[in-house]
């Protein structure tokens, strides 16, 4: 690696700075975060310059910390107030807020037309490492989610976000890393990359469950039906099986272990964290008033179930137009949510 | 390449960046010698069956596990209670080991 291509990525960095240096994001704090990230910036630039023949070591750790900003900037891009799906994301935080610290924030992509969860800036190593040659503390820990920008607006789509960040759950407490290495440490390296690979994707779906029912198994259905098992995932069919399962309390080996894992490694349990709410206000096509979080979390379950079973009224409207009507009540009804918690938050005691 | 992620690699050369200049310029009782005494501490103990692999410290949960399932007779001589130099300098042949391709 030649140390000049190093500085030309590192300037690569310094553009993607400039070019969102005014941005505004659903999360102030994120503000912070971009002002630390151009503090590296110049200090990874100093030591660039200051390296007269750096080692192989030397540069591989400059490449990583550039890779480490244009991540960061990548992320931070797309999660201004106007391009993160503000509602869903308020939803993901109150669950998020069950697992992890509020030093977690949920950033999101349209760089790629999928969902996934990326790892990359999870890793505490990169925090201790900084911190410890450059003196620059990072507060916050990016989450990183992809969604596919037109997917964005669409909120029964959006219950797969649930998923990826039950694979952020999963990454930061190594729930399956510690359920495989307790139960299948006699496996080989691949094998054991492969069941790992599998626990993870079921870990996924029953979290996601937890909150939004069984509504994932619909999208699941559609985008991967009736794909076999392969390295990465498990058979389709399985995951859907597992998912009824847990929802309806059945017993299964795979439940079982994930649950003692969840439990072990975060002292919470795996289990439904919803509660069913009245459609009645959204049959007359007005917002329904949720009272709690998990009233919350049952919106998308509700709004799945009026697109699939479309119950009078709906029984006569266009599929386009019940599309609009259900998303529009969606976004209103946990609009309404987040405008009553944060006017109680700070309305004065009586 | 032992580790299952390119992260995991990743994360073991910073950490080893980190230890060659510990042990260049200091010693166990160092205040930087804090992570790498972590790892040693739980790898141990994993080791000699003190905690299983749910009580691994998140954070270098894989260079734990490595140690663990690769290098146990590395650990026998090891007090969890008196982690010393020459036991972080054992650590860093390890690592350097476990990123080399």
Same mark, same amino acid.
């Given at each position: 690696m030649d140390a000049k291509v190093v500085q030309l990525y590192h300037e690569k960095v310094a553009r993607h700075l400039k070019n969102i240096a005014g941005d505004k994001y659903s999360d102030e704090r994120l503000v912070e975060h971009r002002k630390l990230l151009n503090q590296l910036y110049i200090k990874v630039g100093e030591q660039i310059s200051s390296l007269s023949s750096p080692s192989k070591a030397e540069l591989n750790n400059l490449k990583l910390l550039n890779e480490f900003i244009s991540t960061n900037l990548n992320y931070l891009e797309d999660s201004t107030l106007n391009l993160i799906p503000y509602e869903t994301i308020y939803c993901l935080e109150q669950a998020l807020s069950d697992w992890a610290s509020t030093k977690y924030v949920l950033v999101n992509t349209h760089q790629y037309n999928t969902y996934f969860f990326d790892p990359k800036l999870l890793g505490e190593f990169w925090y201790d490492y900084i911190s410890s040659v450059f003196g620059i503390d990072f507060p916050l820990r990016l989450i990183q989610i992809s969604i596919p920008k037109q997917d964005v607006p669409d909120y029964l789509l959006n219950v797969i976000l649930y998923h990826e960040l039950g694979h952020f759950v999963d990454n930061l407490h190594r729930i399956t890393d510690g359920l495989i290495d307790q139960h299948y440490s006699a496996l080989g390296k691949e094998a054991k990359r492969e069941k790992k690979n599998h626990y993870a994707e079921y870990f996924a779906d029953l979290f996601a469950a937890q909150y939004v029912g069984n509504t994932l198994n619909h999208t699941l259905d559609y985008i991967a039906h009736e794909d076999p098992s392969s390295f990465t995932h498990p058979a389709t069919n399985d995951r859907l099986t597992l998912v009824k399962?847990?929802?309806?309390?059945?017993?299964?080996?795979?439940?079982?272990? $994930?649950?003692?894992?969840? /439990?072990?490694?975060?002292? #919470?349990? *795996?289990?439904?964290?919803?509660?069913?709410?009245?459609?009645? &206000?959204?049959?007359?096509?007005?917002?329904?008033?949720?009272?709690?979080?998990?009233? $919350?979390?049952?919106?998308? /379950?509700?709004?799945?179930? #009026?697109? *699939?079973?479309?119950?009078?009224?709906?029984?006569?409207?266009? &599929?386009d137009r019940l599309y609009m009507v259900i998303n529009n009540l969606l976004e209103k009804s946990i609009s309404n949510y987040m405008v009553k918690s944060k006017w109680e938050a700070s309305a004065p005691s009586v | 390449m032992f580790f299952a992620e390119k992260r995991d690699i990743n994360s073991t050369r910073l950490y080893l960046s980190l230890l060659n200049d510990l042990l260049e310029q200091g010693t166990a009782t160092d205040d930087k010698a804090r992570i790498f005494k972590s790892i040693i501490y739980d790898a141990k103990s994993v080791i000699d069956n003190e905690k299983n692999y749910y009580k691994i410290s998140r954070n270098i949960y894989p260079i734990v596990v490595y140690l663990a399932n690769e290098h146990?007779?590395?650990?026998?001589?090891?007090?969890?209670?008196?982690?010393?130099?020459?036991?972080?300098?054992?650590?860093?042949?390890?690592?350097?080991?476990?990123?080399?391709?």
């Open positions: 399962k847990f929802l309806s309390g059945n017993h299964d080996d795979i439940i079982d272990k $994930l649950k003692e894992a969840t /439990e072990q490694t975060t002292g #919470l349990k *795996l289990e439904k964290r919803c509660s069913p709410i009245s459609d009645d &206000a959204f049959k007359n096509y007005i917002p329904t008033v949720t009272e709690n979080v998990s009233e $919350l979390h049952s919106l998308f /379950e509700t709004g799945w179930n #009026l697109w *699939l079973n479309r119950p009078e009224p709906f029984d006569k409207v266009e &599929a | 146990a007779d590395a650990f026998s001589e090891i007090s969890k209670e008196n982690i010393t130099t020459e036991n972080l300098k054992t650590l860093k042949g390890l690592l350097e080991e476990a990123v080399a391709v």
